[in-house]
């Protein structure tokens, strides 16, 4: 075998193919680790947004879309009353009544900007059925006094400064200033690009009476008994689904977006992975005299395989690592706006490990055919070879 001081000298002997070797790694890595984040964070965002326990009652035809639902105002007493077995703390029921919408609001009376947002029409109870919303800054909003909360990604779903959204500021929707009274947090789920309002504020501010749907969490009862209720109870014209299901329609109605992002990735990669062949062709081709000499010398094609394997790896790694840490710098936990809201950005020990693999096989598949290419001559001719 040949020493491994011979792979990592010979990095040296040319600094432009090695930068090219390294920059190449380095671009390919870094859109795998972009693309990988990207499914992950938005995977991540729907997954959380649902608890286990948790069922929604939406009306008959409008299981894909909750905005769509429209049920009776008092909808949620009726399965407060009816359904045994609902989570209670102090006598008050997990019975959520909520109103889901997007609507244009702007900044201020005289701002040009219409900026489509997500509101959430909601009563105290929101926040036993929802734990993973934490008020973070401020205070719950209080009904009749034109208040609302945001969640920590609502300046990037409206693309608008976080300083726009502080406390004290106001925006604008239905002829109203609404003042922000709190900040919440709900990491890694879609109510963070979410802003709440109280519930009945929003309904005379869009002139409905109804409201979207009902969330109950379960203690003791199980999903059929909210199921059967739905069922029996044929004037309310509503069907209850699991939250966990509702949100994994949602992860599958985008899946074609996250195909597009991988099929987007896998073009540049392999444009990046041509790229990388022809380096190394170019390398390899200057050094086929090294190679037939290497044999002359005793050193079998497997032993000079392996170590122009092990070269190609240290260029390759060096890139991969370099991406790595700008990609964790950089990318993770940025927030990316789309049609739910806004997630953030994942770059999990999965997504990481993924893009060092992808590094690793950019070594070996890069390497192989021109090394395939200068070592299948025989000794002689490449001894000739200029």
């Known amino acids: 075998m040949l020493p491994f001081e011979y792979a990592v000298r010979n990095l040296g002997r040319s600094p432009l193919r090695l930068f090219a070797s390294v920059l190449g790694s380095a671009l390919v890595v870094g859109l795998v680790l972009a693309a990988s984040g990207f499914v992950r964070g938005m995977e991540r965002s729907l997954s959380v947004s649902a608890s286990p326990d948790n069922v929604i009652l939406i009306r008959v035809g409008s299981e894909e879309s909750i905005e769509r639902s429209q ?7 009726m399965v407060a009353g009816s359904v045994a077995g609902i989570r209670e703390r102090l006598g008050v029921p997990y ?3 909520e109103i889901h919408m997007a609507l244009v609001v702007k900044t201020g009376p005289e701002d040009p900007r219409e900026l489509d947002a997500i509101l959430r029409g909601v009563t105290p109870t929101a926040f036993l059925v929802h734990p993973q919303v934490q008020i973070v800054a401020g205070r719950a909003p209080r009904p009749g006094e034109y208040e609302l909360v945001v969640g920590q990604l609502v300046a990037t ?13 106001t925006l604008w929707f239905d002829q109203h200033a609404w003042t922000i009274v709190g900040r919440f947090q709900a990491p ?3 109510m963070d690009a979410e802003i709440w309002v109280p519930l009945t504020d929003l309904q005379i501010a869009t002139k409905r009476d109804s409201i979207s749907c009902v969330v109950v969490t379960l203690d003791t009862a199980e999903f059929e008994d ?3 209720f739905a069922a029996q109870r044929l004037d309310l014209e509503m069907t209850a689904i699991r939250e966990s299901d509702y949100y994994g329609s949602l992860l599958k109605f985008y899946g074609p977006v996250r195909a597009m992002v991988w099929a987007t990735a896998l073009l540049i990669g392999l444009g990046g992975l041509f790229g990388g062949l022809n380096t190394m062709y170019a390398a390899f081709a200057a050094r086929v005299r090294e190679l037939g000499t290497l044999q002359t010398l005793g050193y079998s094609r497997q ?8 070269e190609s790896l240290l260029a390759t790694a060096t890139g991969a690592l370099l991406a790595t840490f700008l990609a964790l710098a ?3 936990g940025v927030a990316v706006r789309f049609s739910m809201g806004a997630f953030a950005l994942l770059l999990d020990g999965p997504v990481v490990l993924g893009g060092l693999v992808a590094g690793a096989m950019l070594a070996i598949i890069g390497v192989l055919p021109p090394l395939w290419r200068c070592l299948r001559l025989p000794i002689v001719e490449a001894l000739r070879t200029a």
């Open 71 to 77: 049920l009776a105002a008092g909808s949620s007493t």
């Open 188 to 190: 890694h789920t879609v």
């Open 95 to 97: 019975v959520s009544p």
């Open 226 to 228: 909210v199921a059967i």
């Open 330 to 332: 950089t990318l993770d």
């Open 157 to 169: 779903r409206l693309g608008l400064a976080p300083q726009e959204l502080e406390l004290g500021r």
């Open 303 to 310: 032993a000079i395989a392996v170590s122009f394997l092990q």
